[in-house]
């Protein structure tokens, strides 16, 4: 249970970096793995990347791993996205949730938002060609 806050989203062109952070609030932070996901216009929204409560293990959609790496700072209360190597179609907005806790269901349906979390107002990323 804790309130979640992302920025770093920007204006970029094909082939650059940037870093999206989520700033959390609450002292049970820790316990939670946490995600990042995208809705890019028009679509549905996406997984991005997933991260055990500890940090200790990471899973990535096909797509990406290898571009993007997904960090967490449990002393600061914070969770990274590093994406490197951007592409056009990475444009969307990128949220953070908590997600289920690291299990072989990570494997099978890929990691979910835990129920009756709200989705916040995210941060915009647009890579321009």
């Known amino acids: 249970q804790v309130q979640l806050v992302e920025s770093g989203g920007g204006l970029v062109q094909a082939g650059d970096s940037l870093k999206l952070s989520c700033a959390a609030s609450?002292?049970?932070?820790?316990?939670?793995?946490m995600g990042w996901f995208r809705q890019a216009p028009g679509k549905e929204r996406e997984f991005v990347a997933a991260i055990t409560s500890s940090g200790d293990n990471t899973y990535y959609a096909d797509s990406l791993k290898g571009r993007f790496t997904i960090s967490r700072d449990n002393e600061k209360n914070m969770v990274y996205l590093q994406m490197d190597s951007l592409k056009p179609e990475d444009t969307a907005v990128y949220y953070c949730?908590?997600?289920?806790?690291?299990?072989?269901?990570?494997?099978?349906?890929?990691?979910?938002?835990?129920?009756?979390?709200?989705w916040g107002q995210g941060t915009q990323v647009i890579v321009s060609s």
């Open positions: 949730a908590g997600v289920t806790s690291f299990g072989p269901y990570w494997y099978d349906a890929g990691p979910q938002p835990l129920p009756g979390g709200s």
């Open positions: 609450g002292r049970t932070f820790s316990n939670y793995a």
